[in-house]
């Protein structure tokens, strides 16, 4: 059975730094994870899934599948960006999710 | 076009009774999912359709609960028994299509409808 697991339920990060939210899976085959975010008062939308390797809202993700994480990243933080962020692991066809983190962003 | 909708955006319940969820996905996508997210969690995996059948109901928490999509557009989910461990923001997304092979398939998510039972 697949897991993924985010070590961190609350981040709260300067404006202008960086930040990093962290994610680990366990999954036996081979993984497409994704990172999903929901803003204040909107619905769960996905930010970037590692196949794309995109930069989405200077957001980059890389998977490592020796350290089986796939972290997410941003070199300099916004105020917009505070938000619930949650990593998922798709494995035939249903995804299964970390726990979050919610991000603040402090200006 | 609308996203995905879902009807009602809150119910309020008392335990024992029975509810119905609805869930309107994006028109002409033909996977639908169903996620359960309860307080502090990520959503949970509950049923996937291919179409009008399911394909995959092993989330479902148990026999208490069953969801159906009979034209292959609107599903609905249905808790008969209702209990207060069954509060939670019931999650429903849908895709263009569903298999395998389709990597690149993004699920596109609805607002949830939050069910309390009292």
């Known amino acids: 059975a697949q897991r993924v697991t985010q070590p961190e339920k609350l981040l709260s990060v300067f404006k202008g730094a960086p930040v990093e939210l962290k994610c680990n899976y366990s999954y036996s085959g081979s993984p497409e994870l994704f990172w999903y975010v929901q803003y204040s008062r909107q619905r769960l939308q996905l930010l970037l899934r590692?196949?794309s390797r995109e930069s989405i809202k200077g957001f980059t993700a890389d998977l490592n599948k020796g350290e089986t994480s796939f972290h997410l990243k941003k070199p300099f933080a916004q105020e917009e960006d505070s938000a619930m962020y949650y990593c998922?692991?798709?494995?035939?066809?249903?995804?299964?999710f970390g726990t979050g983190t919610r991000l603040t962003i402090i200006p | 076009g609308a996203g995905v909708s879902q009807t009602p955006s809150n119910k309020v319940t008392e335990k024992g009774k029975y509810v119905e969820l609805r869930c309107d996905p994006i028109s002409g996508h033909t996977a639908l999912y169903w996620y359960r997210q309860s307080l502090g969690q990520g959503p949970e995996f509950l049923i996937y359709?291919?179409?009008?059948?399911?394909?995959?109901d092993s989330g479902l928490p148990n026999d208490r609960f069953f969801a159906v999509r009979p034209e292959g557009s609107v599903s609905t989910l249905k808790i008969q028994r209702t209990e207060r461990g069954d509060s939670a923001v019931y999650l429903c997304?849908?895709?263009?299509?569903?298999?395998?092979?389709?990597?690149?398939?993004?699920?596109?998510f609805g607002p949830g409808t939050r069910l309390t039972v009292l």
């Open positions: 590692h196949i």
């Open positions: 359709f291919q179409g009008t059948g399911a394909a995959d």
């Open positions: 998922a692991l798709r494995a035939n066809e249903k995804l299964t």
């Open positions: 997304a849908s895709s263009l299509k569903g298999g395998a092979r389709s990597s690149y398939n993004e699920q596109f």
